[in-house]
C-alpha cells in the first residue's frame, strides 16, 4: 500500500519506557493492518493513547484528553480511539460507558490482539481486551521487515511485578512478575544491531528479579547480561528499573567486570525511615539500602546513582522526612525522580491517614532543592574529564551532535552527522542544567 493510501496513527505515550517499547510494538502491529505513523491527532484515522496510571488522577486526565478529540470524532465519524496501557487495564468498560467514542480498550497484555481488535473497530464494533491471557504476547509482536533504527534502543525482558508496595498499582495494573525466554531475548537483541543499534536498555518494572529460561535453566539478569554481552556490534547494555532486594552478587560483580555494562544504576528507595520502608512494604531498611550501594561502588567506584523518592507517605513524620534527606546525603545521587504521595484506590496506603498536603509540597520541595544540588555538582565535575559518547542525532545548533555518555549525561558536541551510531571519545568543557557540552578528543590531541 503506497503511503497516500495508508491510514493514519496517532499515537500518544504516556508514562515509563515500558510504554515508549509498547506504543512502537502497537505501531507495528497495526503496521500490518495498514497504519502508518503521523505525529498529529488532526489528520489521523486512529487515535491510540498509551496512558499510564502510577501517579497523580491519571484516569481523569485520560478522560479530559479524550474530551479533546470530541470536535474530531463530529467531523470524521470513521476517526477510531483507543485507550491502551495501565489506565485501560484498571478503568476496562469503564472509559467506553464514560466516553461513548472510545472505540477500543487494550491492557498492556493484550497488544497482540490489536489486529483483531482493529478489525472488529473497522467494522463499526467495539473492541475490548484487558485480560491477562495465557499466550504469550512478544511471540505475536514480531517486528516486520527490517527497517533501519537509531543508535539507541528498549528492549521489554520482564514484566509485572509481585512486590506490591503499598503505594503502587503495577501489581494490579501489569500484573504478576512474568520474564521473557533468553532466546527471545538474545533474538530480539540481535535483531536490533542488525538494524543499527548500538545501546540496549533492557526493561522491566522489576527487571532486576528477571529469571528467564534459558539453555542452562533459569536465567539471572546478570546471566543474561554476559550473554548479550557476546553480541558482536552491540557496544553498550543498560537495564531500568531495579529493586533493591534483587541486587544479587552477580549482578554487582557484572558492574565491575562487564566492559559493556554501563555505570548507571537506577535504584529507588522511595524513602529513608525504617518506619516508613516498613509502611510502604519495601521489605529493606535504609541501612541495607547504603551497604548495598557500598558494594554497588565497591565493584564500579564510578557508578552514578539514580533513585526515586516519595514525600508525604501516610503516616510520614517531620522525623521520617529528615531520615530520608540524611539517606539522600549518605547516598549522593546523579539523578533522581521524587513526588509526592497521591493515593492509588485499591492499593494498601489509600485507605491510611493522610499527610497534610502544604506539608508533603514544603518536603517535595526540600528533597528536590538537595537533589538538584547534588546532580548538578556530579554534573560540574565532569568538567574536564573525557567521557566517551554514542552520538544519537544532530543537536539544536548547527554542526551540533548529541549523545550519551556512559554516565547517561546528555552531551552536545561539533561533530559531523556521519559520526550518528558512533562511539567517541569527547573532552567535557561545560556544564549546563540539563545536559554538558563538550569538543572532539581528536580535536584536542590535534
Ligand atoms: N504516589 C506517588 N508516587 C508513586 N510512585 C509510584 N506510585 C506512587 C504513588 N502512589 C513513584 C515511585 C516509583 C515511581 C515509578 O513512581 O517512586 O518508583
Ligand atoms: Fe510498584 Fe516497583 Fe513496588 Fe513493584 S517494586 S510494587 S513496580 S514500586
Known amino acids: 500500500m503506497s503511503d497516500e493510501n495508508a491510514k493514519k496513527l496517532y499515537i500518544k505515550t504516556y508514562g515509563c519506557q515500558m510504554n515508549v517499547y509498547d506504543s512502537e510494538r502497537m505501531a507495528e502491529a497495526l503496521g500490518g493492518q495498514g497504519y502508518v505513523a503521523t505525529d498529529t491527532p488532526d489528520d489521523a484515522d486512529m487515535i491510540?493513547?498509551?496512558?499510564?496510571?502510577?501517579?497523580e488522577k491519571a484516569a481523569e486526565k485520560i478522560y479530559s484528553e479524550l474530551g479533546r478529540y470530541k470536535g474530531l470524532k463530529a467531523e470524521k465519524p470513521d476517526l477510531k480511539i483507543g485507550v491502551a496501557g495501565c489506565v485501560a487495564q484498571a478503568e476496562g468498560a469503564e472509559i467506553m460507558r464514560r466516553q461513548p467514542m472510545v472505540d477500543l480498550v487494550v491492557g498492556p497484555q493484550s497488544y497482540h490482539r490489536l489486529p483483531d481488535m482493529e478489525q472488529q473497530v473497522a467494522k463499526g464494533q467495539k473492541a475490548l481486551d484487558t485480560d491477562?491471557?495465557?499466550?504469550?504476547?512478544?511471540?505475536?509482536?514480531?517486528?516486520?521487515?527490517?527497517?533501519?533504527?537509531?543508535?539507541?534502543?528498549?528492549?521489554?525482558?520482564?514484566?509485572?511485578?509481585?512486590?506490591?508496595?503499598?503505594?503502587?498499582?503495577?501489581?494490579?495494573?501489569?500484573?504478576?512478575?512474568?520474564?521473557?525466554?533468553?532466546?527471545?531475548?538474545?533474538?530480539?537483541?540481535?535483531?536490533?544491531?542488525?538494524?543499527?543499534?548500538?545501546?540496549?536498555?533492557?526493561?522491566?518494572?522489576?527487571?532486576?528479579?528477571?529469571?528467564?529460561?534459558?539453555?542452562?535453566?533459569?536465567?539471572s539478569l546478570a546471566d543474561l547480561i554476559w550473554q548479550l554481552n557476546d553480541i558482536d556490534g552491540l557496544e553498550?547494555?543498560?537495564?531500568?528499573?531495579?529493586?533493591?532486594?534483587?541486587?544479587d552478587d552477580a549482578l554487582i560483580e557484572a558492574h565491575g567486570t562487564c566492559d559493556k555494562l554501563m555505570p548507571y544504576l537506577h535504584?529507588?528507595?522511595?524513602?529513608?525511615?525504617?518506619?516508613?520502608?516498613?509502611?510502604?512494604?519495601?521489605?529493606?531498611?535504609?541501612?541495607?539500602?547504603?551497604?548495598?550501594?557500598?558494594?554497588?561502588?565497591?565493584?564500579?567506584?564510578?557508578?552514578?546513582?539514580?533513585?526515586?523518592?516519595?514525600?508525604?507517605?501516610?503516616?510520614?513524620?517531620?522525623?521520617?522526612?529528615?531520615?530520608?534527606?540524611?539517606?539522600?546525603?549518605?547516598?549522593?545521587y546523579g539523578q533522581a525522580f521524587s513526588f509526592k504521595y497521591s493515593t492509588r484506590p485499591g492499593t494498601p496506603a489509600a485507605e491510611r491517614a493522610q499527610v497534610d498536603p502544604d506539608v508533603a509540597s514544603d518536603r517535595l520541595q526540600r528533597l528536590q532543592a538537595l537533589l538538584n544540588e547534588q546532580q548538578r555538582s556530579i554534573q560540574d565535575a565532569m568538567v574536564g574529564q573525557e567521557v566517551t559518547v554514542l552520538f544519537e542525532k544532530p543537536g539544536r545548533l548547527?554542526?551540533?551532535?548529541?549523545?550519551?555518555?556512559e554516565y547517561l549525561h546528555a552531551v552536545h558536541v561539533q561533530a559531523p552527522k556521519?559520526?550518528?551510531?558512533?562511539?567517541?571519545?569527547?573532552?567535557?568543557?561545560e556544564s549546563s542544567t540539563n545536559s554538558l557540552a563538550g569538543v572532539l578528543a581528536q580535536d584536542v590531541a590535534a
Open 132 to 219: 491477562f491471557p495465557k499466550e504469550d504476547k512478544f511471540d505475536h509482536l514480531k517486528s516486520r521487515p527490517k527497517a533501519q533504527r537509531g543508535p539507541t534502543a528498549f528492549l521489554t525482558v520482564q514484566e509485572g511485578c509481585d512486590k506490591f508496595c503499598a503505594f503502587c498499582v503495577v501489581p494490579y495494573t501489569r500484573g504478576a512478575e512474568v520474564s521473557r525466554p533468553v532466546d527471545q531475548v538474545l533474538s530480539e537483541a540481535r535483531d536490533l544491531v542488525d538494524r543499527g543499534v548500538r545501546e540496549i536498555t533492557l526493561l522491566g518494572q522489576n527487571v532486576n528479579a528477571y529469571h528467564g529460561i534459558g539453555a542452562k535453566g533459569e536465567t
Open 398 to 405: 548547527a554542526g551540533q551532535m548529541v549523545g550519551k555518555s
Open 236 to 247: 553498550r547494555i543498560r537495564f531500568t528499573t531495579s529493586h533493591p532486594n534483587d541486587m
Open 418 to 429: 556521519s559520526m550518528r551510531g558512533e562511539l567517541v571519545r569527547v573532552r567535557i568543557t
Open 48 to 55: 491510540l493513547l498509551n496512558t499510564c496510571h502510577i501517579r
Open 267 to 332: 535504584l529507588p528507595v522511595q524513602s529513608g525511615s525504617d518506619r516508613i520502608l516498613k509502611a510502604m512494604n519495601r521489605k529493606h531498611t535504609a541501612e541495607d539500602y547504603i551497604r548495598l550501594i557500598e558494594r554497588i561502588r565497591a565493584a564500579r567506584p564510578d557508578i552514578l546513582m539514580s533513585g526515586d523518592f516519595i514525600v508525604g507517605f501516610p503516616g510520614e513524620t517531620d522525623q521520617d522526612f529528615e531520615d530520608t534527606m540524611a539517606l539522600v546525603r549518605a547516598v549522593n
